[in-house]
């Protein structure tokens, strides 16, 4: 034994105790893709996936991977450095104009993507504001910024999707240039950005906004391009951060920007420089489903909108609280872990899928089941859903006014009684 065994298990307390007591909700593993898959032989239909076109499983998609693995095989055993393809230029050209940039530079995650950009930015005349619920990403490339020597930037925080506050970090900030990142949905609590606001304070500040939209592509705007073309920013938001393990059905990150800047990241951002380059099968099924928003984007984004505000106006007739959600990420919540982690257990054992999300993922006493709707959810499977969730929401005392049970609530009387 040594340290390390030590320390894993000081850390993993917690967890063994969950674990012990059969209620760790976690890693438990899919025996097929989609929505519809099950666990341990049983069939569940997933309430908590991202993927919110319901199109990672067309035929379509999987025909378009099938015939890049006949061509390039899985993986390409090296760097884009030096393990570019045509299919990755022909994408990156696509999703430029679609999305309205000048160009776009493929990551092989999401997570890559973002913190490649910070890092190649950042430097010690850079201040980064961070919006303060940002994501894992956002954070993790502003720390490795700031640890990092000769760069150093300024690290600030504004409340969350608050203009003032941010107009109130910029007009106080040390360094003369500044980058200010936030999402468009945020994904714990499904709550836009209110974009049309941030974007005009970077603008009287002289300071450059990247929008991390991971959670709009494919679901917001007219026709799916996202929060930007929801509010009419084309040309205002300098920099844009999208992924495709969400509606575009794989896994790969995306930077939109001016050429010089791509071109620029593309040299610098060491989880691009030094990571492999993105199998082409996925490349080939995100072609694929961006083919589909390109002809039928309006439909395709419209009936996710359907879907989200049937389940939406189920969860609050039954008297749900759904936190900060405007859009289709939609929090159960139930802010105690022992009613998150008994409601996500009792919804399993019927079929549904809603992940608890505990402390340290969100503060203590906003613990929350994982809510996602998407397109590709029926009507029969959000019914039964919404009927689970209002039986064991009374049985668990999760429902608006339900916070205590009944002796609890005697008791409580008593000691004010007293």
């Known amino acids: 034994m040594s ?19 059969q209620v760790y909700p976690y890693f438990r593993p899919f025996e097929s893709g989609g929505l519809r898959t099950s666990i341990a032989g ?65 990551f092989t995650t999401g997570y890559q993507a973002m913190v490649g950009t910070i890092m190649a930015l950042a430097d010690r005349d850079t201040t980064l504001v961070l919006d303060n619920l940002s994501h894992a990403c956002i954070l993790d490339g502003t720390f490795l910024a700031a640890g990092t020597p000769q760069r150093a930037p300024e690290v600030r925080f504004f409340n969350h999707n608050s203009a003032r506050s941010l107009d109130r970090v910029l007009r106080t900030r040390e360094r003369p240039n500044a980058l200010v990142l936030f999402e468009g949905i945020y994904s714990l609590d499904g709550d ?16 450059v906004a990247l929008c991390d939209d991971a959670h709009g592509t494919g679901t917001l705007g007219p026709t799916g391009r996202g929060i930007v073309e929801k509010y009419g920013l084309q040309g205002r938001v300098p920099l844009l951060v999208s992924t495709f393990s969400k509606s575009l059905g794989g896994i790969g990150g995306m930077l939109l920007a001016d050429r010089v ?55 609050l007739e039954a008297g749900f609280d759904l936190g900060k959600s405007n859009t289709h990420i939609m929090p159960v919540m139930c802010r105690d872990e022992r009613k998150a982690l008994f409601m996500h257990l009792a919804l399993l054992e019927n079929g549904v899928l809603m992940v608890p999300i505990t402390y340290p993922g969100v503060k203590q006493g906003e613990e929350r089941l994982r809510l996602n709707v ?18 064991y929401g009374e049985a668990f005392y999760v429902l608006s006014g339900e916070d205590l049970g009944p002796m609890e609530e005697e008791a409580r009387g008593a000691d004010h009684a007293g």
Not at 192 to 202: G, Q, R, S, T, Y
Not at 275 to 289: F, K, N, R, Y
């Open 261 to 315: 800047v791509v071109d620029h990241v593309k040299h610098q951002a060491r989880s691009f420089l030094f990571s492999a380059s993105l199998p082409v099968p996925i490349v080939a099924a995100a072609a694929e489903i961006l083919t589909m928003l390109e002809t039928d984007g309006a439909t395709l984004v419209r009936e996710l909108h359907d879907n989200a505000a049937y389940m939406r106006r189920g969860l």
């Open 374 to 391: 998407t397109r590709g959810h029926t009507r029969e499977e959000m019914d039964r859903a919404l009927e689970l969730l209002r039986t």
């Open 42 to 106: 049983r069939p569940i239909v997933n309430f908590s996936s991202n993927d919110y076109l319901g199109l990672t499983t067309h035929p379509r998609v999987k025909e378009a991977a099938r015939a890049a693995v006949d061509r390039f095989a899985c993986g390409l055993s090296s760097s884009r450095v030096q393990a570019t393809t045509t299919a990755h230029v022909e994408l990156e050209e696509r999703l430029a104009r679609w999305l309205g940039y000048e160009a776009c530079l493929l």
């Open 3 to 21: 340290w390390i065994h030590d320390k894993a298990h000081r850390e993993l307390e917690r967890v063994e105790r969950a674990r012990a007591l």
């Open 192 to 207: 836009e950005a209110p974009i049309v606001e941030l974007v005009e304070v970077c603008e009287r500040h002289g300071a």
